[in-house]
Structure formats: structure tokens, C-alpha cells
């Protein structure tokens, strides 16, 4: 399903900032060269994800599923003088990928990468986060939000990506896998009464949900 059609997408892309030379030659790149470009969060939304972080100034940041980099080179952009951004990424080729990009960033010093499984590598990471943003495996949102929430300040923001999935979310009924996940990962956050939320039809849908 064409949630957003792409006379719309290429509107909206016109009228926001461009992307700097890095991240324009990793967006080009990754759709040039891998098997699922589509996962690349892409201007306009990494545009929104660097202007939130601009206007929140974070120091601890957590990315969950870092792809080929794009989206934690955005969100970095905010980070204080002092800040730190981790990112975990499961797949070993795209956290080299990732990795080589983040060395050509003026940011490379506040970004540390971690390849392996996030539900096991975000407990040993003993930080507070300000912001954190969910892009990885859709059948596990629930286990990521439920885990990082309790580390979350107050006032600090979590961001989810993919929660309309491909307009799969609107079917009466939902029937796949990652549509069900994702329906019933936004029920969860809804009816959640330690945060506040807001849906955002940005690309394939962003969930900003504010800690109380």
C-alpha cells in the first residue's frame, strides 16, 4: 500500500533541508548496492529525526537497529559536547558497513556501535536515555519498549519506526506477522499509562512516546 503518494514524498523532500554530502553518498550507496535499501530511514525522515534531536540536545542516546548508519548520524547531530550515542545493529555486514561510515563522520567520537542481539546487549549498558529511537526486528517492539522504559528519563522520548508498516496495520483483519506485531505493539503503547504519544504519518509511520 502507497500510504504517502510519491508526488507528495518528492514535495516534502524539495522543501526540507538537504542532506549533507555524507549522508546523501550512504543513502545513494545503499540503494545502489544492498539487497533491502528500503530499511534506509531516508531524508525526509532523517531530516525530522536530527531536527528533534537539535531541539532536545540529548547526551545518552540509544539507536535499536542501525542498518547502514543513516539514521545514527542524524540523531547524533543533537548530541551535546559531552554526548554519547550507541547503536546496535544485529547483522555483522551492516554493522561494518555502519562502521566505516561513522569513521568518515565528524561525530565518529560520540558514536559506539555494538553488533549482536539488543535485548541481550541493552542491559549492560547501564545508561539514562533521552532519546531513543526503535528500528529493528518488528516482532520484538514490545520487549525493546518495555525494556528501555524504565531507563528512559522523564521528559525523555522514544521513537518508533515502521508502526503503520506498509498500511498492513489497516487491515480488517490484520494478518502478518509483522503487521499483528506492529498493531498490537501500538495497543500496548496506547494503553500505557507512564507515557504520552503521539503518531506521526512521516514515511512508514513514526511513534513519538514522551516518558511522563
Known sequence: MELIPAI??????KFTSPEDELLQEINERTYASHAQPHMLSGHVQGAVLQMLSKMMQPRRILEIGTFTGYSALC?????LKDGLLHTIELREADGAISQANFDRSIDRDKIILHVGNALQIIPTL????DLVFIDADKVSYMEYFNLVLPAVRPGGV???DNVLFHGQVLETPVTTKNGKAMQAFNEMVLQDNRVEQVLLTIRDGLLM???K
Not at 75 to 79: C, E, I, M, N, V
Open 75 to 79: 540523531l547524533a547531530k543533537g548530541l
Open 209 to 211: 512516546i514522551r516518558k
Open 158 to 160: 522514544i521513537l518508533a
Open 8 to 13: 507528495i514524498e518528492e514535495y516534502a523532500a
Open 126 to 129: 547501564q545508561e539514562t536515555w
